[in-house]
Antibody, heavy 122, light 110 residues
Framework: QVLLQQWGAGLLRPSETLSLTCAVY????????WTWIRQPPGKGLEWIGE???????NYNPSLKSRVTISVDTSKSQFSLKVSSVTAADTAVYYC????????????????WGKGTTVTVSS | QSALTQPRSVSGSPGQSVTISCTGS?????????VSWYQQHPGKAPQLMIY???QRPSGVPDRFSGSKSGNTASLTLSGLQAEDEADYYC??????????FGGGTKLTVL
């Protein structure tokens, strides 16, 4: 059973950089895309971006200028950085796996982490 | 890339059926058969309930079903149970390896 464990700083000041990491346990790291999704308080989900084991990334166009997703295959971990944060970046951030078969990437997220609450406040 | 449109809330009595709609555009819902639905209980992570418009992952009861017509996808829950009370989110592939979610629907079991 695949488990995603995530961590990172929970309180930031405006203009700082948000940094979160997600570790993958109990399953293969390669062969999938690894995703970040966020949920502002009382609001819906927002897809942020994804990365695969070889470092290929896809980003939400509305966040692309401030977001960097990176991967450390030696540790089966992937990370999210969001620069110049504002109060609008306050949210629960989830890491998730985009499913795949041996030869084909799926178009849905099948495994999710528990979420990390990030608050941006002066 | 605009969020998909879902009703803010729906409700039904135990044993009844409810349908949650998810409206997008030709660039997302209408353009691809890659709509998924997620259930989220308070304080918990979302859980996949439907993928590729109509497919159920193993372990998801067959009371959950999905469909699509044009730019609108739908999730139907039949035989409502108390544990179905949760928030539901649709998600669609939006091209160029990007995804867009709906604003979420709160399902209340009366």
């Amino acid at each position: 059973q695949v488990l995603l464990q995530q961590w990172g700083a929970g309180l930031l000041r405006p203009s700082e950089t948000l940094s979160l990491t997600c570790a993958v346990y109990g399953g293969s790291f390669s062969g999938y895309y690894w995703t970040w999704i966020r949920q502002p308080p009382g609001k819906g989900l927002e897809w942020i971006g994804e990365i695969n084991h070889s470092g290929s990334t896809n980003y939400n166009p509305s966040l692309k200028s401030r977001v960097t997703i990176s991967v450390d295959t030696s540790k089966s971990q992937f990370s999210l950085k969001v620069s110049s944060v504002t109060a609008a970046d306050t949210a629960v951030y989830y890491c998730a796996r985009r499913g795949s078969s041996a030869i084909y990437y799926y178009y849905y997220m099948d495994v999710w982490g528990k979420g990390t609450t990030v608050t941006v406040s002066s | 890339q605009s969020a998909l449109t879902q009703p803010r809330s729906v409700s039904g009595s135990p044993g009844q059926s409810v349908t949650i709609s998810c409206t997008g555009s030709n660039s997302d819902v209408g353009g691809y058969n890659y709509v998924s639905w997620y259930q989220q209980h308070p304080g918990k992570a979302p859980q996949l309930m439907i993928y590729d418009v109509t497919q159920r992952p193993s372990g998801v009861p067959d009371r959950f079903s999905g469909s699509k017509s044009g730019n609108t996808a739908s999730l139907t829950l039949s035989g409502l149970q108390a544990e179905d009370e949760a928030d539901y989110y649709c998600c669609s592939y939006a091209g160029s390896y990007t995804w867009v979610f709906g604003g979420g629907t709160k399902l209340t079991v009366l």
